[in-house]
């Protein structure tokens, strides 16, 4: 038997919990492909099996959401059916009418949706705040503010929120804190150990890494905390499927190398493009010129790849930057193995400016991709 460190990432993603015993010495764990365990008659009237119904629990899922919890340094984790429902679930596990909820207004746009429209329907209250400073929060915070929601570096425009300053503000006030950790993977930022209550993953970018599976994932302490979200999930009907738990082991035991050839990739492209003429400013945690850097080296252990570039041209012109572009695919998604670029307005409309462009820097070569952007990039204003 391998002997791993149960407090090092890459044992933990190559070994923790697969149990080769209990799967016939299997290097990779089978798929429970089934939606029910039954129970042997002799069984009637005991306690609840380990596994019992798909809705509930299934041991492929459950392999998966070890490793999450053991990464995050978190006593639990949940997996869902997509990102959204790990979102939507953890907020309704924690908000009852006449709540309210604080939460950066820069987080991912159908997270923003959910809050003010979604919760609305039920009296829950909202306030969207940059987040940037702790005063923000302090001065959003009323005595009936129950969930404090993060996002940290933020979807388009990368801001940083302070996640010890703002957990210990929480704690006083007894507010739960919330964050969607999915840009930094629980390798480059652990919340849990910052003090934050629940660090939610799309599965869909790095974690599953190949563009093939929504999923999303949550990790939190404590018995309680954990039921109260895994009842939403049960109620609602949330659980990730089997064959999407194994493939989402499957993406997350290839992450770490991954992310080290995305983040240095996109880190050197991003350099190289803030001497561009035709760019007015670069948004990337990881460039020494960015006001959050600071920040982001004391909270995070290293640099994953989407950032966002500000064109000097209006709407019309970053449009056609766009359309020139050869090697990067138009979506709205990121994390996966291909390059993608978005552009906000008009997908986002209340996108902070119609010149943002969100980069997310793939797995093809540096030199190729950087080439490909400043061809587009000079043709601006000709």
Known sequence: MYNFHDDNDLDIIAHFGDDYEKHNDAVIPPIYMTSLHVTPKEAVGGPPREYFYGRGDNPTVELFEKKIAALERAEHAL???SGMAAISSCLLANLSAG???VAVDTAYGPTRMFISQHLGKFGIENTFIPGDDIAQFEAACRPNTK???LESPSSMVFLLQDLRA???LAAKRGVVTMIDNSWATPLYQKPITLGVDISIHTVSKYIGGHSDIIAGVASMNGEEMWSRVRDVRSQFGGI?????????TRGLRSMPLRIREHGR??????RRLETHPNIARVRHP???SDPGHGLAVRQMAGFTSPFSIELRCGTE???EFVKRLKCFNLGPSWGGFESMVTMPYPIMPDAPQSNLIRLHIGLEDTETLYADLTASLNEINK
């Not at 499927?241 to 493939?247: I, K, Q, S």
């Open 79 to 81: 997996a869902f059916g």
């Open 99 to 101: 709540d309210h909820v």
């Open 147 to 149: 969930v404090f929601y």
């Open 166 to 168: 703002v957990a210990a």
């Open 240 to 248: 990730l499927g089997p064959m999407e738990g194994w493939l989402a």
């Open 265 to 270: 990739s996109a880190l050197e492209i991003a």
């Open 286 to 288: 990881g460039l020494d």
């Open 317 to 319: 012109g970053a449009r």
